[in-house]
């Protein structure tokens, strides 16, 4: 097949399949013929909101169907810090305080995903394997889930109350804009953690601060922010209790990307099912 680079397009009725990276869709002409779009982002909220986006187009996710290596590796990364009291023992080290912490065993720490998609399951998998106790919230019941999954907004307080460690990686909706409040984060248990791996707009962040202050959580992983870059007069930079990140969690390279592209495409011209098929009303 053909594969034009923008801007370098050519007729732009010739163009039947549509690969985004970071959506400036209204830079392109209309794609008269345009019969598929496929997308190396996680999250697809950016593209369906775009003004520009074209109407009744199907867009796949260029994840593959076994999750992203290097977002399990980065979750349980942080994961492992919190337990571990890391942040803690940062402060301490800059306060020049040898003083050891109290340290959980790993089937002691629950740890709380919050959704459980393609990105979630096989972090959840490796989590299980180090022996910590792992739950997860989602929208819908997963009942072949190898966990206990609460389903639904009448589960969320459940959920919440067995959490220590509470990893983010929701879909950035209308629904789960700043979910991460003062509300939700009182229903956490004293001491808790939170890991945003999803989108800034999920953490209400003078909630946030202000649960780190009062000493209800004890440490917060930011690898997004709202807005981003994080500004650099912004309180975050400097708080004792936040590790930011410069949304790096996930750096797919192209020989994991590319063969999820082949691979639609080859299924889109066979009339076979879609793989990380999205759908625009529910946002994901």
């Known amino acids: 097949m053909e594969i034009r680079e923008w801007p370098e397009i050519g007729d732009p009725a010739d163009i039947d399949y549509l690969v985004i990276g970071r959506p400036l869709m209204q830079d392109l002409p209309p794609l008269p013929n345009l019969k598929l779009m496929l997308t190396m982002l996680a999250g697809v909220e ?40 890391l942040p803690a023992y940062r402060e301490q080290q800059r306060q020049h305080n040898w003083q050891p912490l109290p340290q959980k065993r790993p089937q002691d720490q629950r740890v709380g995903m919050m959704g459980y998609g393609t990105m979630s399951k096989p972090i959840v998998d490796v989590l299980l394997s180090l022996n910590f106790d792992v739950a997860a919230w989602a929208r819908t019941p997963k009942p072949d889930a190898p966990i206990e ?72 992983t930011l690898d997004v922010t709202e807005p ?26 192209v020989s994991q990307i590319a063969p999820q592209f082949v691979e639609n495409i080859r299924r889109f011209e066979a009339g076979e099912p879609l793989q990380q098929l999205t759908d625009k009303a529910l946002g994901y």
């Open 228 to 253: 981003e870059p994080l500004p650099e007069d912004s309180p975050l930079w400097d708080h004792p209790q936040i590790t930011i990140m410069p949304h790096c969690a996930r750096r797919p390279p």
């Open 46 to 85: 950016g593209i369906y909101n775009n003004p520009a986006c074209p109407e009744g187009i199907p867009l796949v996710k260029g994840e593959p169907t076994t999750g992203d290596p290097s977002m399990t590796e980065y979750a349980v990364t942080h994961v492992l810090r919190h337990h571990r009291n």
């Open 149 to 220: 999954v609460f389903a639904g907004p009448d589960n969320f307080d459940a959920f919440l109350a067995r959490t220590d460690i509470a990893i983010c990686l929701l879909p950035f909706t209308p629904e789960t804009k700043g979910i991460i409040d003062a509300e939700t984060i009182a229903k956490l248990p004293e001491g808790a953690a939170i890991i945003n791996l999803g989108r800034g707009g999920h953490v209400v962040t003078d909630d946030l601060v202000a649960a780190l202050d009062s000493g209800h959580l004890s440490a917060a």
